[in-house]
């Protein structure tokens, strides 16, 4: 090999070699813009769970709350009416009486007319 063909190939040697350094640079940068993103998003993802999470412990917490003051709601009108049956059952039978006895006249009333109604369009059928 002459002096020329072995400057030639040095030199080939370091265009190679300044080009893989470029690429290993590009290569470093894009490798740093994707860790960055990633950590971005990772940061949004741990802010959105952080919110859900605090979401979900208020909707638990009000949850909790109401069902304790519906429960506190039903147990003292369970007692009231307890109390109640107790103080005054023949105030308590007639009420259950008057209620049955109404419930009744009603019912009775509303097939009446329901038969009233058939027996009307009976006769406008034999009529006709």
Same mark, same amino acid.
């Not at 009333?109 to 009529?127: C, H, M, T, W, Y």
């Given at each position: 090999?002459?002096?020329? @063909?072995?400057?030639?190939?040095?030199?080939?040697?370091?265009?190679? !070699?300044?080009?893989?350094?470029?690429? /290993?640079?590009? /290569?470093?940068?894009?490798?740093? !813009?994707?860790?960055?993103?990633?950590?971005?998003?990772?940061?949004? &993802?741990? !802010?959105?769970?952080?919110?859900?999470?605090?979401?979900?412990? @208020? +909707?638990?917490?009000?949850?909790?709350?109401?069902? #304790?003051?519906?429960?506190?709601?039903?147990?003292? !009108?369970?007692?009231? #009416?307890?109390?109640?049956?107790?103080?005054?059952? /023949?105030?308590?039978? &007639?009420?259950? +009486?008057?209620? #049955?006895? /109404?419930?009744?006249?009603?019912?009775?009333?509303?097939?009446?007319?329901?038969?009233?109604?058939?027996?009307?369009?009976?006769?406008?059928?034999?009529?006709?």
């Amino acid at each position: 090999m002459s002096q020329t @063909e072995i400057k030639r190939a040095e030199e080939a040697m370091q265009n190679s !070699s300044k080009q893989f350094e470029q690429a /290993l640079d590009h /290569l470093k940068d894009r490798i740093q !813009s994707a860790e960055a993103y990633l950590d971005e998003k990772r940061q949004t &993802m741990e !802010s959105y769970a952080e919110q859900t999470r605090t979401s979900v412990e @208020e +909707f638990v917490h009000s949850a909790k709350d109401s069902a #304790g003051r519906i429960l506190n709601e039903v147990q003292s !009108s369970t007692e009231e #009416g307890l109390r109640l049956v107790k103080e005054r059952p /023949l105030t308590v039978w &007639m009420i259950v +009486f008057m209620s #049955g006895y /109404l419930f009744g006249v009603y019912s009775s009333r509303k097939i009446g007319s329901r038969n009233a109604a058939k027996q009307l369009e009976r006769d406008v059928d034999i009529a006709v």
